[in-house]
T-cell receptor, first 113, second 109 residues
Framework: NAGVTQTPKFQVLKTGQSMTLQCAQD?????MSWYRQDPGMGLRLIHY???????DQGEVPNGYNVSRSTTEDFPLRLLSAAPSQTSVYFC????????????FGPGTRLTVL | AQRVTQPEKLLSVFKGAPVELKCNYS??????LFWYVQYSRQRLQLLLR??SRESIKGFTADLNKGETSFHLKKPFAQEEDSAMYYC???????????FGQGTTLQVKP
């Protein structure tokens, strides 16, 4: 099993550009989520999904869109990148709802100029 | 609302000294508390959860509902314990897992 994979590992964008961060898991997990990690702020929940076709907002959803068309994939879209979105992004998955053990991806380091 | 507070950004101790990383939470329902750890160049991973009441790598944490705390403790720190530690609060009612700000533990030789 590859576990949770994320692509790309690094990305540099210009303000206003859009892009999609990819996340996939091969563990047949129902629950998937996206976090951003910023110094002094810890991990903040952006969006999460409790199953295919179901998504919900986390703590900091503005500027991001998600969809969950399959159990395996949970892409995160930046609609119009801003410097405030410079961060490290982590995808996580678990078999059950959030109290279940989360498995994290390796992260994507995004810089917006 | 779910909220987790880790008051210390950095905790620096010498090898062999006791360690306590603080975590306080706010949640009106029945909380599930976790500690996650991120070693250098590794993925974030689960260290322990309160319902299992295990000791992992010598670390323990007790849920104190009266003080709404879930502090992580280890009697004798080792250099390999140096890492970023996150306290997290989950709820099956909300479906969310909320993390604290994180504490960097630095164990000096």
């Amino acid at each position: 099993n590859a576990g949770v994979t994320q692509t790309p590992k690094f990305q540099v964008l210009k303000t206003g550009q859009s892009m999609t961060l990819q996340c996939a898991q091969d563990m047949n997990h129902e629950y998937m989520s996206w976090y951003r990690q910023d110094p002094g702020m810890g991990l903040r929940l952006i969006h999460y999904s409790v199953g295919a076709g179901i998504t919900d907002q986390g703590e900091v959803p503005n500027g991001y869109n998600v969809s969950r068309s399959t159990t395996e994939d949970f892409p995160l879209r930046l609609l119009s990148a801003a410097p405030s979105q410079t961060s490290v992004y982590f995808c996580a998955s678990s078999y059950g709802l959030a109290p279940d053990t989360q498995y994290f991806g390796p992260g994507t380091r995004l810089t917006v100029l | 609302a779910q909220r987790v507070t880790q008051p210390e950004k950095l905790l620096s101790v010498f090898k062999g000294a006791p360690v306590e990383l603080k975590c306080n939470y706010s949640y009106s329902g029945s909380p599930e508390l976790f500690w996650y750890v991120q070693y250098s160049r590794q993925r974030l991973q689960l260290l322990l959860r309160h319902i299992s009441r295990e000791s992992i790598k010598g670390f323990t944490a007790d849920l104190n509902k009266g003080e709404t705390s879930f502090h992580l403790k280890k009697p004798f720190a080792q250099e390999e314990d140096s890492a970023m530690y996150y306290c997290a609060l989950g709820s099956s009612n909300t479906g969310k897992l909320i993390f604290g700000q994180g504490t960097t533990l630095q164990v000096k030789p």
